[in-house]
């Protein structure tokens, strides 16, 4: 089974730029996340779809970060402009069922590392 | 708020056991999780507790007091390929809620 996919897996810009990352989820899977991780941090969820829908945004900078996952598969994140402090990486992380129910897990994708100068 | 609570960073001997312990305080609970992430790498799951009590994976286990908001994740026999991260995540309203992560450097 192919895991999820993320690209570009490094990305390096200046301050005020914009940037895109792409993300494929496990195929079948409803649910995908998108987390911030900071470094010596652990993972800070962004963005949460089930299928194409909007299912949690809260701790999503909405004023420079926008996502969108079109027709329930890929999806998305893009920031701009960025700023020094969106330095970290970004995983995308997908999972079969809405509710982790049972202990369902959340499957991460390798994640890619945004330098912001 | 949520709080979730684990000590930066460990030391431990190849073939030693080791305990990270994980202490949380969230406004709901419906689960907890045990994720393991090499350096530049993706978190990859490693247990899940749901029910007080210990769960055991071969050279893993997974301890879970809900009353005292407790956990702690076991390590048998420790290998060099355990030098990791090892993150704590409390389930919530179909979310996970990270902890900031203990470092685990096991030396020969």
């Known amino acids: 089974e192919a895991g999820v996919a993320q690209s570009p897996r490094y990305k390096i810009i200046e301050k005020r730029q914009s940037v895109a990352f792409w993300c494929n989820p496990i195929s079948g899977h409803a649910t995908l996340y998108w987390y911030q991780q900071i470094l010596g941090q652990g993972p800070k969820l962004l963005i949460q779809f089930q299928n194409n829908g909007v299912v949690d945004d809260s701790q999503l900078p909405k004023d420079r970060f926008s996502a969108e996952r079109l027709k329930g598969v890929d999806s998305t994140l893009k920031i701009q402009p960025a700023k020094l402090e969106d330095s970290a990486v970004y995983l995308c992380?997908?999972?079969?069922?809405?509710?982790?129910?049972?202990?369902?897990?959340?499957?991460f994708g390798p994640g890619t590392r945004l330098t912001v100068l | 708020g949520q709080n979730i609570d684990q000590p930066t960073e460990m030391t431990a001997t190849e073939g030693a056991i080791v305990q990270i312990n994980c202490t949380y305080q969230t406004s709901g609970f419906n689960g907890l999780f045990w994720y393991q992430q090499h350096a530049g790498e993706a978190p990859t799951f490693l247990s899940y507790n749901v029910l007080d009590g210990l769960e055991e994976k071969g050279r893993f286990s997974s301890f879970l007091s809900r009353s005292k908001g407790y956990s702690y994740l076991l390590l048998k026999e420790l290998q060099m390929k355990d030098s990791a991260s090892y993150l704590c995540?409390?389930?919530?309203?179909?979310?996970?809620?990270f902890g900031t992560g203990t470092r685990l450097q096991v030396f020969p």
């Open positions: 995540a409390v389930e919530h309203t179909d979310k996970l809620i």
């Open positions: 992380a997908s999972s079969a069922t809405p509710g982790l129910a049972g202990g369902d897990t959340q499957y």
